[in-house]
C-alpha cells in the first residue's frame, strides 16, 4: 500500500476504535447504573482508544516512509558485482537513477548492461517487500495498540487524565519542532561545510579574492581549478545591503516619524496598510521589476550622462531592495517610537520647544537604541535577501565598491551552484553549503544582538 | 534685567528660522511617505503596463475545406489514420486564399504564420467532430507567436519583430479583414508552461502551488496550534521552555534560503525523498511558516481574557477542558488570521523552491502530491530570465495573478478579523 493510503487507513482504524471504545464504556456503565458511574466520560474512553491505535503506528509508518528510500539504495548498491560498485557518492547516484529508471520502465531493458537489469529486479522486489513490510507493521501495531486501549476501557479507569497527559505531550512534540529545526539547519549546512574544508583550506575560503568555483568534472579534464575565496561574495553582499539601507533607512524613519507624531488618523489608516502592502508583495516581483525595469533605466540613464554602467548594476539591486524593506523599518520605528513615554515628549513641548525639535532632541535620542536594533534586523533581512538579487544582480564577483558595476552576493552564488547540474562530492556543491553556513551565522549573530537591543531598550521604559 | 530681555529677543528672532525647519522636516517626513508610495505606484503601473497584453491572445478565423484526400484521411474514427494524417495542409490552402497577393511559391511564408500547434488543434476538433470530414468549416486556430507581437506591439521598439516586410503587410491585411483577431486568452489559464509563449500557461504553476499550499497548510496550521497552546499555557517556566521560545524567535528571522538547504540536506539528500514534488516544497514552507503561525496564535491566545479561564476553572474544568472548550474557539479568527497570512507569505516565496529543485521545465499539469511541478513564483522567475519578451509579457501576466491571490488572502484574513474579533 501507498504511505498516503496507509495514513488513510491507520486515520479510519482510529476512528474505528474511538467507536468501539465508546460503545464499551457505555455498555460497562449500563449495568452499573449509567454513565456516572464511570470515572471519565464515554468520549475520553474512546478517545484514549483512538489515540493508542493511531499514534505508535503513525510513528511507525513516518520513521518507515522517511528511511526506507536510503536503506533501499543501499541494500541495492551493496548487492552489484564487485567491479560495478561506484568509487564515488556522484557516480552511486547516477547508477542508481539508471538503475530506477530501468525499474520504473522509463529506459527500456535493451539500453542496461545485465547487472543493471538484475539491480532493477532488485530495487523492484526490495521496493515491493519493503511496502508490504510497512503496510502489515503499521495495521498490525495499530490493531493491536487499539484492542489494547479497548481492553483497558474499565470503569475505574481515569481515561480522560491519560487522553490529556497524551494530549500534553503531543503538543510538547509541536512547540519541541523548532529545537528540531534548528538542529537540522545547523546539522545540514555543518556537516557539508566540515567536508568543504576538508577539500579547501580555511584560510583561502576566508580571505582569498578570487571566486569562480567551476571546477574540473573529471580528473583528466583540463580545466582551471576552482578558486573560493569568498571576500568579493562578502563586499558584493555589504555593497549592495548598504545601498538598500541608504534607501529604507531615511525614507522608512521619515516616515515612521511623520506617520506617529504629525499625521492625523485618517492619513494613518490610508497610508499605514498602503506602507504595509509593500512588505507583502512577493521579492519575485521585485526582482522582476529590478531585473527589468529599473537596471535598464540606470544603464540608460548613465550612459546619456556618458557614465558607463553595467546592465546588472549593484544599484538596482539595491534600490529595489531597499524599497522592499522600507515597511520593515518604519513599523519597527513606529512601534519604538511609541514606546517611548508620552510625559518626556510633554515636557519637552512645554518647554517651548516645536514639534520637530522635541523629535530631534528628545525623542530620537531616546529611541535610538530600539531603532538600532530593528536597523540591525532590517540589515539581516537585506544579506539573506535572494531573489531580487538572483534576478537582478550578477554573477561575476568583482571586488569592488562602484555601485554602476556588477556584483554578485552570497545567496545568488548559493542558488547557482545548487540549481543545475550536481555532484554532491564535489567542492563547488559543498561551497554552497559553507556559503550558507556564513549566512545563517552572519544573519543569527545579528539577530540575537538586535533582538536583545530592543529587548533591553523596552524594559528600560515600561 | 537686559539680559532677560535680550534672552527674550534672541528667542523671538530666532522663531521664524525654527518654525522654517519644523516645516522643512515635516516635508521629509512627507516626501519620505510620497517616496515609498510612488514607488508602490511605479511598480504596479509597470507591471500591469508590461503585462496586460498578456491576457490576450492572437488568432486566426477562416473556412477550412476538410478534404479528406489532401489530409490523406478517410475516416476520422480511426485512431491509426489520425496519426499520419497532415494536418497542415488545410490550414495552410485556406490561408492562402485569405492573404492577398500569397501564392503557392511563398506557401513557407504563410505557413509561418500559423502556430506550429494549429494543427494539433485542428487534429482535435476533428476527433471531437469525425464528421466534419469532407466539409467545409469556419474554424479558429491559433497564430504564430510572432503574429502575436508583431499584432500587439507593432510600433513598440523594445519588441523585435520577427516578420518579414511582406509577411508585416499580410498580417495588416488580415487584421483589416478579421481574418487576425484578438481575444482573451483562455490557453494562459488553460495550460501548463511551453517554450512557445503563445502556448504557454499557468495552469501547471497553479496547480503545484495548490498542492503545496495544501501540504503547508495541513501540516503547519495544527502543529503551530498546538505548539502555541504548549507555550502560552503548559510550559513550564524553565531552561528549556525559554530555549523552544529563542528558537522560534531566531526561525522567523532566518533567511528563507537557509529553508532550502535543509531541504535539500534533509529531505531529499538523507531521507531520498525524490526532487521538485510538491510534498517537499509544502515540508520546506512548513518549516518556514510555523514561527510565524507560532507567534500570531500566542498573541490569539494571550487575549482571551483571565475571566473566561477562571469561570471554566470554577466550575470544575480541567487545564485541559479550559483550553480546548473555551480558549481554543475564542482564540481561534486570530490564529485564522495569522495562519491565512502566513500562508500568503509561503505562497509568494520562491529561493527555498528554486533549491529543491522545482525550477525544472514542466509542460504537464502535475496530478498529484508526488509528482514533479513549479510554483507560480518559480514560474515567473523562469519566463522573466527569458530573452524572449513575449515571456516576460506572459510572467508580468502571471505577477497579476499571483498578486491577485495574495490580495484576496489578505482581504479574507482582515475581514475574517473584522466579522470574527471580539472586544473584552
Known sequence: MQPANLLLLTIVLSMVAYGLGYARSRSLAMPMGGIRYLKSLPFYYGARAALWCGIPALIVLGLWAA???????????????????????????????????????????????????????????????????????????????????????????????????????????????????????????????????????????????????????????????????????????????????????????????????????????????????????????????????????????????????????????????????????????????????????????????????????????????????????????????????????????????????????????????????????????????????????????????????????????? | MTDQRSQAEIVRQSLKRRYRKERRFRAYGILAIAIALSALVVLFTDIIGKGYTGFTKTTITMEVNLDGEMMYLDDATDEKQMKMADFVEPLLQALIKQVPGATEENREAVRDLLNPYASNELREMLQANPDWLGTTQTLTVLAHTDVDVYAKHAGDSAYSIKLSERQQQWVDQLIEKGVVQTSFNDVFFTSGDSRDPSRAGILGAVVGSLLTMIVTLVLSFPIGVAAAIYLEEFAPQNKLTDFIEVNINNLAAVPSIIFGLLGLAVFINLFGMPRSVPVVGGLVLTLMTLPTIIISSRAAIKSVPPSIREAAEGIGASKMQVVLHHVLPLAMPGMLTGSIIGMAQALGETAPLLLIGMVAFIVDVPGGFFESATVLPVQVFLWAGSPELAFIERASAAIMVLLAFLVSMNALAIGLRKRLERRW
Open chain 1, 67 to 462: 528511511f526506507q528510500g536510503k536503506v533501499i539504495q543501499t541494500l541495492v548498491i551493496s548487492s552489484l558485482p564487485q567491479e560495478m560498485l561506484p568509487a564515488s557518492e556522484g557516480r552511486a547516484s547516477l547508477l542508481l537513477s539508471k538503475i530506477s529508471n530501468v525499474a520504473n520502465g522509463s529506459l527500456p531493458p535493451g539500453f542496461a548492461e545485465a547487472p543493471i537489469l538484475e539491480a532493477a529486479e532488485r530495487l523492484k522486489a526490495l521496493r515491493e517487500q519493503s511496502r508490504l513490510f510497512m503496510s502489515v507493521l503499521v495495521v498490525s501495531v495499530s490493531v493491536l495498540a487499539g484492542f489494547l486501549g479497548w481492553i483497558r476501557v474499565r470503569p475505574a479507569a481515569n481515561a480522560r487524565t491519560q487522553v490529556e497527559a497524551i494530549l500534553k505531550w503531543l503538543f510538547f512534540a509541536c512547540a519541541a519542532l523548532a529545537i528540531l529545526t534548528t538542529v537540522g539547519i545547523i546539522f545540514s549546512v555543518a556537516l557539508e561545510t566540515f567536508r568543504f574544508f576538508q577539500l579547501i583550506p580555511f584560510t583561502e575560503f576566508f580571505f582569498g579574492s578570487q571566486w569562480s568555483p567551476q571546477t574540473a568534472l573529471r580528473a583528466d579534464q583540463v580545466a582551471a581549478q576552482g578558486a573560493f575565496g569568498m571576500i568579493p561574495l562578502f563586499t558584493g553582499t555589504l555593497l549592495i545591503s548598504a545601498i538598500a539601507m541608504l534607501v529604507a533607512v531615511p525614507v522608512g524613519l521619515l516616515s515612521a516619524i511623520y506617520l506617529s507624531e504629525y499625521a492625523n488618523k485618517k492619513v494613518r489608516s490610508v497610508v499605514k496598510p498602503l506602507l504595509e502592502m509593500l512588505a507583502g508583495i512577493p521579492t519575485v516581483v521585485y526582482g522582476f521589476f529590478a531585473a527589468l525595469t529599473v537596471a535598464p533605466f540606470i544603464s540608460d540613464f548613465a550612459a546619456s550622462m556618458g557614465i558607463d554602467a553595467s546592465s546588472q548594476s549593484a544599484l538596482a539591486a539595491g534600490g529595489v531592495m531597499g524599497i522592499m524593506i522600507i515597511p520593515f523599518v518604519s513599523s519597527l520605528s513606529d512601534d519604538v517610537i511609541n514606546a517611548v513615554p508620552q510625559t518626556m515628549r510633554d515636557g519637552s513641548l512645554a518647554l517651548g520647544a516645536t514639534q520637530s525639535e522635541t523629535m530631534k532632541k528628545v525623542i530620537f535620542p531616546a529611541a535610538l537604541p530600539g531603532i538600532m536594533g530593528g536597523v540591525l534586523l532590517a540589515v539581516s533581512r537585506a544579506i539573506g535577501e535572494t531573489m531580487i538579487v538572483v534576478m537582478a544582480a550578477g554573477l561575476a564577483a568583482n571586488l569592488t565598491a562602484n555601485p554602476l558595476e556588477t556584483v554578485t552576493t552570497v545567496t545568488v552564488q548559493i542558488v547557482t551552484l545548487l540549481t543545475g547540474d550536481q555532484e554532491f562530492d564535489s567542492a563547488k556543491t559543498l561551497a554552497a553549503f559553507a556559503l550558507g553556513a556564513m549566512l545563517f551565522l552572519a544573519t543569527l549573530l545579528l539577530n540575537v544582538v538586535a533582538l536583545k537591543i530592543v529587548r533591553k531598550y523596552r524594559e528600560q521604559y515600561d
